[in-house]
């Protein structure tokens, strides 16, 4: 058994909802990662389960690893298709909001999530939600979307409709959004909640392989140049950073996903409690940090950055050359180190 964490008066108005829902909409923040991915997969088989017409619609292309999870090759990519992804934004009737807290983080499909009429309901594990919905389900204290999905589904009396292809798709969400469990996963209830999924024939050694342990040779030489030629470390401050411009993630045939992950490895350095990477896009550069402990990321990108997150895993956006945003993170070393390390201790 699990504890009762969602309210009680939230669960009865989603039942509502869902109960006079036909056509139903599901969305995720841009990028979506195994979180966002499993969290929508297995909302959508549920509802398929309930007898709905329903859709996952995301912003943007998703990881390619991603693809091996069941009923991913179904997902709508409004880069894609606008036209079809705004249809179904018009004629649904329901739109779960799953895994981001603002509407900024669904990107181009911002101005169409604002125009929907239909009733929303937001499920997330990021602080502070300024999403307008009906129903807010919001738990920061949850290690991923998937987990707290587990726990709405569980409060709706539909444990049973989970099967293998379900477990499937949370598990990846949980495993994803903690590195297998290495982190953000002190929660003991987490763990029995894996166990169930694993009952219900979710296999984690495949989704470790699949998810962790995949990569293409481009892929390997892309990390490995980045660690030798690239990773800067800064014993004073307990900080490290990779940047990589364009040109760099070319001469590897960068893909998308072909980093992801690379921002942890600095912190396998001894004395090393938070690590930036820096990758550049056609525009601007994309920041993702990772921390150990206490060391509040989520703030360093919110203060600096236009961003935010989690204590330990946190992103934003810097406008201006890659130079630029390296020496813009070099020029706030000190004020970490003062500001967030030095209050934690």
């Not at 929907?116 to 939600?129: E, Q, R, S, T």
């Not at 660690?227 to 307990?238: A, P, Q, R, V, W």
């Not at 600096?304 to 070393?333: C, K, M, W």
């Amino acid at each position: 058994m699990i504890s009762r964490k969602i309210d009680e008066h939230q669960i009865s108005k989603a039942k509502l909802l869902i109960d006079n829902a036909s056509k139903v909409v599901i969305v995720c923040h841009m990028s979506p990662d195994g979180d966002a991915v499993g969290s929508s997969l297995a909302m959508a088989k549920i509802m398929d389960k309930l007898g709905k017409d329903v859709h996952i619609v995301v912003p943007d292309p998703y990881l390619a690893n991603l693809k091996i999870l069941p009923g991913a090759k179904e997902i709508v990519e409004s880069s894609k298709y606008p036209d079809f992804a705004r249809q179904l934004f018009d004629e649904a009737d329901l739109i779960f909001c799953l895994d981001f807290n603002e509407l900024a983080r669904v990107g181009r499909l911002e101005e169409i999530l604002k125009e929907a009429k239909a009733p929303k309901i937001l499920i997330d594990h990021h602080l502070n939600p300024t999403v307008e919905a009906d129903v807010v389900i919001s738990h920061p204290e949850m290690s991923a979307t998937a987990y707290l999905v587990f726990r709405f589904l569980c409060r709706l009396e539909l444990f049973n409709f989970i099967d293998k292809d379900i477990a499937q798709c949370l598990l990846a969400g949980m495993m994803t959004d903690t590195g297998n469990f290495a982190y953000n996963c002190s929660d003991p209830e987490l763990f029995v909640v894996v166990a169930e999924l694993i009952k219900k024939g979710a296999d984690k050694e495949k989704l470790y392989y699949d998810l962790f342990n995949t990569r293409s040779a481009n892929c390997m030489r892309l990390n490995a140049y980045a660690i030798l030629n690239k990773m800067e470390i800064f014993e004073d401050y307990g900080a490290a950073l990779i940047s990589l411009s364009r040109e760099e993630l070319n001469r590897f045939h960068y893909t998308k996903g072909d980093t992801e992950g690379l921002v942890n490895r600095p912190l396998a350095v001894p004395g090393i409690c938070y690590s930036v990477f820096l990758r550049e896009e056609s525009n601007l550069i994309r920041v993702s940090m990772r921390s150990l402990g206490d060391f509040p990321v989520n703030k360093v990108c919110s203060d600096h950055f236009q961003g935010g997150g989690h204590l330990n895993a946190a992103g934003g956006d810097f406008y201006g050359t890659l130079d630029e945003a390296a020496a813009y993170v070099r020029s706030i070393l000190s004020e970490n180190k003062r500001k967030y390390i030095t209050k934690q201790e």
